[in-house]
């Protein structure tokens, strides 16, 4: 699986957009760009996924570049309840049986 | 909204000790995993199970470790003999399909004395 980059931390202000990037330079053509967030030690929430499409869910946006080399989560009102770690994964579909090779990701802190 | 339970949510054993961790899927998937997480480090992956048999597992999944689906609903992670570098954050998760969002539970906290 491509490994992904993401910055180490972030900051954004309560009901501002977060908008969080992460680069997968080495992606092929069957995989999927996944979003998961991690709360103080529970377990990862599935946010979002997409192939090669933006993607839009009640969460959040997932905005994939056309050459799918990097991808941004943007949640567009941010609340102190998103404070987090997130997640970019870059998996295949199918074959792998869906393995989730995570990172460190990047810690998101919402301020009041 | 459809979850993923785990329990129990906190189990100290003594090192050397089998130990059982259960998990209820969502009902109407069909990929199930284990995943663990090691205090400050990332989450790992262990195995993943479909079809009834393992798909795929890590290095950190040895002889030691072995999973089960004993009837329709429940998924296991068994420790034969427990270590004290297994103390860990272990965290089941289900998905309808491989490469789908996958849905994990609140997760078992393993402590080995």
């Known amino acids: 699986d491509a490994k992904t980059t993401q910055p180490t931390s972030m900051d954004c202000a309560e009901g501002r957009a977060a908008n969080l990037p992460c680069n997968h330079s080495?992606?092929?053509?069957?995989?999927?760009v996944y979003w998961y967030r991690q709360i103080h030690s529970q377990g990862p929430q599935y946010i979002i996924h997409?192939?090669?499409n933006n993607e839009t869910n009640e969460m959040a946006s997932l905005i994939i570049t056309e050459d799918r080399k990097s991808s941004t989560l943007i949640l567009p009102h941010a609340t102190l309840r998103d404070t987090a770690v997130y997640y970019c994964?870059?998996?295949?579909?199918?074959?792998?049986?869906?393995?989730?090779?995570f990172g460190q990701g990047t810690i998101l802190t919402v301020h009041p | 909204e459809p979850e993923v339970t785990q329990t129990p949510s906190h189990q100290v054993t003594q090192m050397g000790q089998e130990v059982i961790l259960r998990c209820v899927p969502i009902?109407?998937?069909?990929?199930f995993y284990w995943y663990r997480q090691i205090l400050g480090q990332k989450v790992e992956f262990l195995v993943s199970?479909?079809?009834?048999?393992?798909?795929?597992k890590s290095e950190i999944f040895d002889d030691q470790f072995s999973v089960e689906r004993p009837d329709g609903s429940n998924f296991t992670l068994k420790i034969r003999s427990t270590k004290l570098e297994d103390s860990a954050m272990y965290f089941c998760?289900?998905?309808?399909?491989?490469?789908?969002?996958?849905?994990f539970g609140s997760g078992t906290r393993l402590t080995v004395v």
């Open positions: 998760a289900s998905s309808v399909r491989g490469d789908y969002g996958y849905t």
């Open positions: 080495t992606i092929s053509g069957n995989e999927y």
């Open positions: 997409g192939l090669k």
């Open positions: 994964i870059v998996a295949s579909g199918g074959t792998s049986y869906g393995k989730l090779t």
């Open positions: 009902s109407n998937h069909l990929y």
């Open positions: 199970f479909y079809n009834n048999e393992i798909s795929e």
